[in-house]
């Protein structure tokens, strides 16, 4: 470790054993960085952070680093410190998102603060003649009583569907739109729950005990379900050439591409292909349908960066510079141009929430050095720096 590194693990070693740390050592610091000491002592954030100190990066990456002051929050994954810190202890500590970059096979860590999240919950209900309902307009209200299921939205985030015992057992379908940079959660009337993200589509039966199964139907995007146990009556997912099939389960479908992607949280789910193939997941598989060839493969796989957004968190495990813009255009409804193929294929690692500005996101990722971004209406432009 260089004479700065030194220096930094020295004063949170202090700092943890609750010591004032060592005026000779602080005037050694920059103002900025004597600031974020401050801050640590300040909202008692020190506790951990001994945990980060042997994973100090020697290659220090302090100048390419121009980090937002952070909030007070801490939503870091311990998973995530296997990338290695770069010696922005403090602001790994308080910030509330990471993200990382890698060059030549070394981690380049990038803090993200925590801004005040925007009001997202915006959705489109179209009711069985077809009218539309905007959900964002009408908070708090009870939107009718369809053949003794009432529907209700509550504070502009949940729209709830219950049945009383005189509920007609005939199929009526509502229909849930999300815009891009939304998302809405959805009650059925059996209990199930539905988180549909960013520009999606989901076909329901208004009383889903109606039928001898429960089926919806995920015309495009994504979502994430929590479907109530009912042994008699399977619940069964449409989903762009793949039914998902389940008692009582917590899964996450994703139709955003050419591939349907089923990814299995809790309890066990059957996904069957349009061409009749069946494979059986367990928790922490995932059934992958390539529309294009037809093949239903069955994978193990780490779920976290799968439904993550169910939490409002993004998460990033080696994807691309395409593969990120392609989330962050979603969940910020914007167009991403890039004007060179070739930083398409620059990775990333890390955690990331949602943010008011998405500025704040495309600064953050431009201190790696390689990328730069304009913004121009809704497009952002990706350009190699």
Known sequence: MNAKENIWVEVIQQLNNNELPNQQLLEQLSLEERELIDALQADKMIAGANHLIN??????????????FPAKTVKLMPR???????FLLPVLILAGGVLYYTKNNQPVELSLAKLQATDHHKATLILADG??????ENPNKQLGDVAGTSITNKNKELL?????GSASTEQIFNKLIIPRGAEYKLALADGTTVIINSASVLRFPVNINAASSRDVYLEKGEAYFQVAKNPNKPFIVHANGMDVKVLGTTFNVNTYTKTTRTTLVEGKVEAKSANNQITVLSPNQQAIFNQQTNALIKADVDVMPYVAWANGKIVFEEATLDEVMDQLSLWYDYDVEFQSDKIKQIHFSGEIERYSDIKVILNIIEQTGGVKFSIKNRRIYVDQR
């Open 131 to 136: 009218s539309k309902v905007e959900l964002s």
């Open 80 to 86: 995530l410190l296997r990338y290695a810190a770069i």
């Open 55 to 68: 994973a100090i990066n020697e290659d220090s990456a302090w100048n390419k680093v121009r980090s937002n």
């Open 160 to 164: 709830s569907y219950k049945t009383d």
